[in-house]
């Protein structure tokens, strides 16, 4: 019997959860205040884009589209994924529910900033640019609350340290929420390294509970795909993607589809698939075996 199915007594409303309801509380409070601050879009940034001479068209627009599509299969898939296998994983029935929930929630968060990411595109007709707009800042907002869930489910204790990681986490959401408008305000695209390095300290915990839920060292293969191979090709954008004024389509294109397709794709796909050799594959394997040995003895 799944261990959901046996912790049915277990609180909903338990101490673990008003830290976690302290960390939500400041992380959008964060959020409201940059709604409050922040256009949806600057009129500079409707003039360039209505004149059209950096829309992505043909075959390049419909592999951009593709790409951001396809987290809408992969998402759902490692939600499944990780539904059955963490369950298979942790015996504990108290952290086994604790882990599916934040999971779950913190998968669902990335399809969110995805979307968002996808509206912001939209804006943009597909031409990348790092500028400043609502939607940008949705994408970054919940791609880090998502992998910040994600890496808190993944604890195998609640306590201090772990508490004290989620009110950083917080900490971080709400710094980068105050400096982004300050960064549209002055025109500075710098204002947005502290979400890389926010993103970075999250993919750092993330990896580190991965390996000590599944044991394996290829989960280092996860941060250096969502967060090495995906800056990198984010500094290829801002170096040879060119501008709306001077555009350069096919680099745009190509980096701007390398940068979701090998970054952030791969390394989600990465991750589930060690869940899945881990919690369904092996469970799969040791079940076989024990029944074959049990019919043995028959």
């Given at each position: 019997m799944s261990n959901l199915t046996t912790n049915n007594d277990e609180k909903i409303f338990s101490s673990s959860l008003i830290v976690i309801a302290i960390c939500f509380a400041i992380a959008f409070f964060g959020f409201g205040y940059v709604l409050v601050?922040?256009?949806?879009?600057?009129?500079?940034?409707?003039?360039?884009?209505?004149?059209?001479?950096?829309?992505?068209?043909?075959?390049?627009?419909?592999?951009?589209i593709l790409t951001h599509i396809l987290t809408f299969v992969l998402i759902p898939l490692a939600m499944r994924i990780f539904?059955?296998?963490?369950?298979?994983?942790?015996?504990?029935?108290?952290?086994?529910?604790?882990?599916?929930?934040?999971?779950?929630?913190?998968?669902a968060f990335i399809m969110v900033s995805i979307a968002s990411e996808i509206g912001w595109h939209v804006t943009q007709c597909w031409y990348y640019q790092n500028d400043f707009t609502m939607l940008n800042f949705m994408f970054y907002f919940f791609l880090i609350s998502g992998f910040a869930l994600?890496?808190?489910?993944?604890?195998?204790?609640t306590n201090t340290i772990t508490n004290v990681v989620n009110i950083v986490f917080a900490l971080s959401l709400l710094a980068v929420s105050i400096l982004y408008p300050i960064g549209y305000q002055n025109h500075?695209?710098?204002?947005?390294?502290?979400?890389?390095?926010?993103?970075?300290?999250?993919?750092?915990?993330l990896t580190y509970r991965g390996y000590q839920l599944i044991q394996d060292w290829k989960i280092i293969f996860f941060p250096i795909f969502s967060v090495g191979v995906n800056l990198s090709f984010v500094f290829l954008l801002d170096k040879y993607g060119g501008t709306p004024?001077?555009?350069?389509?096919?680099?745009?294109?190509?980096?701007?589809?390398?940068?979701d397709l090998a970054g952030t794709l791969a390394g989600v796909a990465i991750f589930t698939w060690l869940v899945?050799?881990?919690?369904?594959?092996?469970?799969?394997?040791?079940?076989?075996?024990?029944?074959?040995?049990?019919?043995?003895?028959?």
């Open positions: 601050k922040l256009p949806e879009i600057t009129p500079e940034q409707i003039e360039i884009y209505q004149k059209g001479t950096a829309c992505i068209q043909g075959g390049w627009r419909y592999a951009l539904y059955q296998a963490l369950n298979n994983i942790i015996l504990d029935p108290k952290l086994g529910t604790k882990a599916v929930f934040a999971s779950q929630l913190g998968l994600w890496a808190n489910g993944l604890s195998k204790d500075d695209p710098s204002f947005k390294v502290p979400i890389y390095i926010a993103l970075t300290l999250v993919f750092t915990v004024e001077h555009p350069q389509i096919v680099y745009n294109a190509l980096f701007h589809i390398l940068h899945y050799q881990k919690g369904i594959l092996q469970t799969q394997k040791t079940t076989s075996n024990e029944t074959q040995l049990s019919e043995s003895q028959i």
